[in-house]
């Protein structure tokens, strides 16, 4: 037993018992998240520690030792690497797993059995190099959703590894796609410039060869297949699409006296009636807010983003040249400088970081009243959750001579045209199309007369069922106690 002595600290990410008394850790070198941990062993007697070997990422977890083999083991992404005597790292074997998180208990069992928890499951793999699946499909940018650990389930010989890494440009995908690290698949939003430059580039693998993809395409809104063809071929194809914008609360208005005629239609009348609320109607109803939890600075910035993202969005869509010295803009931009947002919660620079007032709210309740007058997040698009929280779409247009504007978010699977597996990811794809929720098919195909159930609704139905039976055998007990 070692005797008590000042501790010294060490920063590890994790630790697992190793040889000769000493200790197994995943250490993080000055905070870089960007460069994958080192394994290293420490000894607990004066807190010493050796590098051993770089691991494979900045997010690898579930150390663990196996000394009869002198093989120490780890999780990266859903893949099990082993290194051998502090050789190369290797993989063993692939777990359906949406990224690695060290919260997840890991065991090593006797017979080299690899025990993991994590999504509600209990994985185990034989950590044998003869039982490690065929290539696995690598995915950058997905997690485990339900269509995902469906495809797994009924095809337990295309192991599925989802990748979190973060590319911020057409430079980096570029750069994974041509590495022995690359992904088969990625998903991308097809609103942003990095998904046009790889297409530009040739950097997109075409789909086109695929009749299930090409038949569903042709079951979408026309701006949503224009947007994943080029020059004919298909080059993308959706995962999910949302939409939303601004929204009001109808019951809101209604209790501070409003009616429909003074919902804004534009962002000019917006910025009119947030005048209007701050110099006649928030002193007599200070319990309503315009927008939760927004300070001045920062809606007047969002709001800015938002004026901004519109006109560029309304540009673009009527192929006009991008210029912001026009009448329209730099009416928008005086008026926005000019209103009155000092009625928005202002930041306390005594308050600590995580307090503040909390709200609480009953969604989901028709009788629901919200307490702020707008949302900068009314959804337009379903989703596998929406709930009723009180609030109405309100679109806004950049003046009274223009449509009002909605603008949407296309996250859609792209190939890379280097892949190794494109069977296989062709085969993933047509099974994502086939098995697309209700809420994901809705959106994206305007003939779909399918009436759309909640995935989740019986699940929460069975939770509410659960807790209401906990709560009348908790009332019985006090009842028969009192």
């Given amino acids: 037993m070692y005797s008590a002595a000042p501790a010294k600290a060490i920063s590890l990410q994790y630790i697992a018992t190793y040889k000769d008394g000493l200790l197994l850790g995943a250490q993080r070198k000055d905070n870089d998240y960007s460069k994958p941990l080192t394994m290293v062993n420490v000894d607990p007697r ?11 990422s900045s997010d690898d977890y579930g150390i663990e030792y196996d000394a009869e083999t002198d093989t120490i083991y780890y999780l990266s992404s859903g893949e099990l690497y082993a290194s051998i005597a502090l050789g190369k790292p290797e993989v063993r074997s692939y777990l359906p797993l949406s990224n690695t998180w060290n919260g997840s208990p890991t065991a090593l069992l006797p017979g080299g059995l690899y025990v993991v928890s994590s999504d509600n499951k209990t994985i185990v793999r034989n950590t044998d190099p003869a039982y490690k699946q065929g290539g696995a499909l690598r995915i950058n940018g997905l997690y485990y959703d339900m269509v995902a650990n469906k495809f797994q389930e009924e095809y337990p010989d295309v192991p599925l590894v989802m990748t979190p890494d973060y590319y911020p440009t057409s430079e980096a995908y570029t ?27 040739g950097y997109l693998g075409d789909l086109s060869t695929s009749e299930t993809l090409r038949d569903a395409i042709a079951k979408m809104y026309p701006d949503i297949s224009d947007a994943l063809l080029r020059d004919g071929k298909l080059i993308a194809f959706p995962q999910r699409y949302e939409a939303h914008t601004y929204g009001y609360a109808p019951k809101t208005f209604e209790k501070v006296g409003l009616t429909e005629q003074d919902v804004p239609k534009t962002f000019a009348q917006l910025m009119q009636f947030i005048d209007r609320w701050e110099q006649e109607l928030s002193a007599q109803f200070p319990e309503i807010t315009l927008f939760n939890d927004q300070e001045d600075m920062v809606f007047k910035n969002t709001l800015f983003h938002e004026i901004m993202s519109t006109y560029v969005s309304q540009l673009r869509k009527n192929n006009q040249p991008i210029e912001f010295d026009t009448p329209v803009f730099k009416s928008l931009l005086e008026q926005l400088n000019k209103t009155d947002f000092s009625g928005f919660k202002q930041p306390d620079p005594d308050e600590e970081e995580g307090g503040g007032t909390v709200i609480v709210s009953t969604r989901g309740d028709e009788d629901f009243v919200p307490t702020a007058l707008f949302t900068q997040y009314s959804t337009v698009t379903l989703n596998d959750y929406i709930l009723n929280d009180g609030y109405e779409t309100m679109p806004l247009s950049l003046s009274d001579d223009e449509p009002a504007s909605i603008r949407g978010w296309l996250n859609a699977f792209v190939l890379n045209p280097n892949s190794k597996n494109i069977e296989q990811a062709m085969q993933f794809l047509e099974y994502y199309v086939n098995n697309m929720s209700g809420a994901n098919k809705t959106n994206l195909m305007p003939d779909l007369k399918e009436k759309v159930e909640s995935p989740y609704y019986q699940m929460q139905m069975d939770e509410l069922v659960i807790r209401k039976n906990e709560a009348e055998d908790a009332l019985a007990k006090a009842k028969g106690t009192s």
């Avoid at 010493?48 to 691991?55: A, D, G, I, N, V």
């Avoid at 994974?176 to 580039?201: F, P, Q, W």
């Fill in 46 to 56: 004066d807190g010493s520690t050796q590098p051993l070997f770089e691991m494979s």
């Fill in 175 to 201: 750069s994974n796609m041509t590495s022995d690290a690359a992904c088969d698949l990625y998903v991308l939003d097809l609103t942003g410039d990095i998904a046009e430059t790889l297409a530009a580039k």
